[in-house]
């Protein structure tokens, strides 16, 4: 299993693959410190609701925008490592080598899974923490909670980089990277629905929004961790900041993460069978 | 007194394949004996490769059962016995020789190390090119490669697809050398080549597979069909049609008592290519 797993993980090394990441985390990084400084260097000029404490209103929409731009490149380098590992490796002749050692089938897909999860949960965490200290420095605003977020925007990469493994057993590379983009874009709109049933007042849009989210739990996780960034806040305040600016908070708590958890098996067990009846 | 069943490097019986509405095999019975040298033959689509990819476990039969070395084919133990070179495969072009060996040492649970590795480059004849990348080598180089990766932790059957098809003339015969070295070594080998001229010289069998059936199958001496006598005389070279060996004596002495000066005689065969022609009536796709 560490075999097949290290094997991904010098593939992506020696394809340079994470020094394009690096380089790309590294811009984004330092256009996110612009935006903090400019923010908040002018945060006087800004003029929220009445009632609403500007320095709060700028740093967790800020923050906000960073987690959705974490979530956005640590699902891009999930899918990246992932979409071709069955089907687009097989098409090339790489998997063939592979399979027909004595790991078996099973193992090749747990190791590969194993291999993008110790990539992009890392790299989630780091760009995670990254922003949280920059926002931090210079807005001096902290989210309420400091470590749930991060780890549920880690756990909504990993079910991406799951749902395009299961992808990889059925399509070929190209067609399983639209498919999964598109799958998190669904994902993106549930959010937007959702924030648009808040606005409308509208229970019927907001419950309907909340099952799509559930049935993509990656961005119901997303909206999880959004919500417990500001957790302590409330009132006028905190329904404004609960929209969001890419996708509405909504909470999700224990329920949400074990569903996620279950979500992550019967996806890892529908990849295992349709792996071991593919043809190669 | 008992009869003890040998076991069989390769056993397949009834063996049946379709995929959607093409029957790649229709009930195949083929066996490769331990130490055996074994090619298959038969034209594009007559079902070879799906036969060795349902060996080695890469495709499921429709019907039929495969056994390597008495495990289920696609079994774990099946898995550990064999190895395998695919007709179309790639290996990472960022690896280099040596790394590549040393994945599938660990792939294997081989303990052979680093002696291993540089036996098999030296048998493939790639022994200085130990550190070059994959994506530097020609694709003869990454066929003979290809060849040394599937010898990691000395396999008791060799699944061989089309393992010379990328080889020049020199490296044809450096593979031909490999495989009379492995029939000594008595490892088993299945060796699917559209190259006759190298089937006949190495392979103890052979299998010919038409549309998903053997229609031949046999030692490739055997399969040979008499073609007469051919006798070099001074007055030109004669041939006896109906003649065999035994007719020589009988046909150079009326030759000499006709005054006929007699330089040779030779008994005539159909070649592998004449028996194979014949067995697929020509098809070829």
Known sequence: MWTIAGYGLREALRRKVFVVVCLLTVAFLLLYWMGNRYVFNHVGEIVPPAGIDAQTFAGAFLFGMAMFGTLFLGVVLAVFLTLGVVRGDAERGLLQPLVVRPIGRSTVLAARFLGAGAVCVPYVLGVYFATMVLTGLEGSWWPDRIVTPGLELAGAVLLVAALSLLGSVFLSGIANGIAVFMLFGAGLVAGLLDNIGHVLNSGGL??????????????????????????????????????????????????????????????????????????? | MYARRVTAALAVSGLAKRYGAVEAL??????????????????????????????????????????????????????????????????????????????????????????????????????????????????????????????????????????????????????????????????????????????????DRVVILLAGKVVSAGAPGDLARPRGVEIETDAGTRRYADAGRDDIPALVAELVRDGRSVYGARVLTSTLEEVYVEAVGGESR
């Open chain 1, 206 to 280: 907001v419950h309907a929004a909340k099952i799509a989210a559930w049935i993509v739990p990656f961005e119901a996780l997303y909206q999880d961790a959004l919500r417990t960034i500001t957790e302590n806040t409330s009132g006028l305040t905190g329904f404004l900041l609960r929209l969001g600016p890419f996708g509405g908070a909504e909470q999700g708590g224990v329920a949400l993460r074990l569903w996620a958890i279950a979500y992550l098996g019967i996806v890892g067990a529908l990849a295992l069978a349709g792996f071991a009846r593919r043809d190669l």
């Open chain 2, 26 to 203: 229709r009930g195949v019975d083929l066996e490769v004996g331990e130490g055996e040298l074994v090619g298959l033959l038969g034209p594009n689509g007559a079902g070879k490769s799906t036969l060795v990819k349902i060996a080695c476990g890469l495709v499921r039969p429709s019907a039929g059962h495969a056994e390597v070395c008495g495990a289920r084919a696609g079994s774990r133990e099946a898995r550990a016995a064999i190895g395998y070179l695919a007709e179309f495969f790639r290996f990472p072009g960022w690896t280099s020789a040596d790394e590549l060996l040393g994945l599938h040492q660990r792939l294997t649970s081989s303990d052979g190390g680093e002696r291993e590795r540089a036996d098999l480059l030296e048998l493939v004849g790639l022994d200085d090119a130990r550190e070059r990348r994959v994506e530097e080598m020609s694709k003869g180089m990454q066929q003979r490669l290809g060849i040394a990766q599937a010898l990691v932790r000395s396999p008791r059957l060799l699944l061989l697809d089309e393992p010379t098809s990328a080889l020049d003339p020199v490296g044809r015969r450096t593979v031909r050398t490999l495989l009379e070295e492995l029939r000594r070594r008595g490892i088993s080998v299945l060796l699917n080549s559209h190259l006759l001229s190298e089937v006949e010289l190495v392979c």
